[in-house]
């Protein structure tokens, strides 16, 4: 299974075109990391990668199975709710403690913390069964242990075959242990 | 005790309704759809209010084929729907525009109902309501339909508070599922005809606002809503009737607000 750009045009919903000529390969077990200024583009690719953005005809996707991390929203949820039942109500059936402990599952939503938040967020994606995991800023609001725990998750899936792509700033620390290859999108300019 | 007797069916179409309307309401504020879901209101009062424009012109009274309005009520809800979902601005900008689709929906139907008389009395009904004059086969239809929804979301909370977390807090748009779109057309377009737009749309929000205000856990939150919209319906009905001429919709409007807000009270003490 791999996924493959040529000449691929990253364009807003509004039909703004950020980027143009962005080439890539990804294959099994590889793992792509996207980079560049606010504004380059990073969210707009991640959501053409995974078609809601309208279909691309530059992309060719053979990836089956793909799970999601979206960027972390500062939201408050109207209805008060435990991290542990919205990680249900998104399908996810077994609960890790990888990242988060028991007690802290039983958190709700509004009372957590952003990083608390995004560890069962990062749950909700790496429990799924996936070809391709598509996260961006995935070590958001993390600690340096958790951020270490999120990498040995990610190279036992990637063990597996799986794939990923990675859209973060100032990764090199924490993902040095991973064979990456990079993509940087450049401010309105060429990948 | 007479008095809710005879009016039964009303009493029990309009408790099931309010908890019908709640869990619906939940799950549209849930995804930041408070206003949306009052401009759709108000495109099925206009739907109503046309639907008897259309019974008055052919055959000169408003009840000859009951079938028209609830016909016209859902043409105008889904044609406003498919309205909104295509155009959408953006943060306030997108607030703006929900607040000027529910005035230029209100004026509209406020002309149609100055330019023909006879409708004056169904405007009326469908925006202010009264839970005492609905009829009895309406109240036992708006029954069948609340327990279908009731039975539905049962089925499908788990999965419908997903949807709802993934528009609202992840920012990712999830479409409406098809069995829940329908039930909620029906629940809410009947809702509004037989028992008015101000009792639908307090029902839809009033308790899912307290609830959420009071609860610490999910569970508390559908216990609290639940009883707040049935013990506000019956006490606020119970009440207007008691009393003989105090509106019945209003009552329970009222009532379900002070119950709420002694809930939320007596939880943040």
Not at chain 1, 78 to 90: H, K, M, N, V
Not at chain 1, 169 to 174: M, R
Request: net charge neutral.
């Amino acid at each position: 299974m791999n996924l493959r750009a040529t000449n691929l045009e990253l364009r807003t919903p509004r039909g703004e075109v950020l980027q143009q000529g962005v080439n890539f390969e990804l294959s099994s077990g590889e793992v792509l990391v996207v980079r560049g200024e606010n504004g380059a583009g990073k969210t707009t690719l991640v959501r053409t990668l995974l078609g809601m953005n309208g279909e691309a005809t530059q992309l060719d996707n053979r990836f089956e199975r793909i799970a999601y991390l979206p960027q972390l929203v500062e939201k408050e949820f109207f209805i008060p709710t435990s991290l542990r039942d919205l990680l249900e109500s998104l399908g996810v059936r077994e609960l890790s403690t990888r990242l988060l402990s028991t007690a802290q599952w039983s958190r709700l939503w509004n009372q957590a913390s952003g990083g608390e938040r995004q560890k069962a967020l990062l749950t909700a994606a790496l429990a799924r069964p996936a070809d391709l995991y598509v996260l961006d800023e995935p070590f958001n609001h993390l600690d340096p242990a958790s951020k270490i725990r999120v990498v040995e998750w990610m190279r036992e899936l990637q063990g597996d075959g799986a794939a990923f792509v990675l859209v973060a700033h100032g990764l090199e620390d924490v993902i040095s242990g991973l064979p990456t290859k990079e993509i940087l999108l450049r401010s309105r300019g060429e990948a | 005790m007479e008095a809710l007797l005879l009016y039964m069916p009303n009493v029990v179409g309009a408790a099931f309704s309010a908890v019908a309307l709640f869990l619906m309401g939940s799950y549209f504020l849930s995804r930041g759809q408070t206003l949306k879901t009052m401009v759709l209101g108000q495109a099925t009062g206009l739907g109503i209010t046309l639907g008897f424009l259309i019974e008055i012109l052919g055959h000169g009274d408003a009840m000859h084929h009951a079938w028209v309005s609830p016909l016209t009520s859902i043409f105008a809800t889904v044609i406003v729907f498919a309205l909104l979902q295509r155009f959408r601005f953006g943060g306030q900008r997108t607030t703006a525009m929900l607040v000027v689709a529910f005035l230029f929906l209100l004026s509209l139907n406020y002309i149609i109902t100055a330019m023909v008389p006879q409708l004056e009395s169904h405007f009326s009904n469908a925006f202010l309501g009264d839970l005492a004059t609905a009829s009895g086969a309406g109240a036992w239809e708006m029954v069948a339909i609340s327990v279908m929804a009731m039975i539905y979301w049962s089925q499908a909370r788990s999965a419908l508070m997903g949807d709802a977390f993934r528009e609202f807090a992840l920012g990712l748009k999830t479409p409406l599922r098809d069995g829940f779109g329908l039930l909620s057309l029906a629940l809410f377009g009947e809702s509004i005809r037989h028992f008015g737009f101000l009792f639908t749309l307090g029902a839809v929000c009033i308790p899912a606002f307290f609830a959420a205000q009071a609860a610490h856990s999910r569970t508390q939150y559908f216990a609290f809503g639940a009883g707040v919209a049935v013990i506000g319906t019956l006490v606020g009905f119970g009440t207007s009737l008691a009393a003989g001429n105090l509106p019945t919709t209003s009552m329970v409007i009222v009532c379900m607000t002070a119950l709420g807000t002694g809930v939320m009270l007596l939880r943040s003490r």
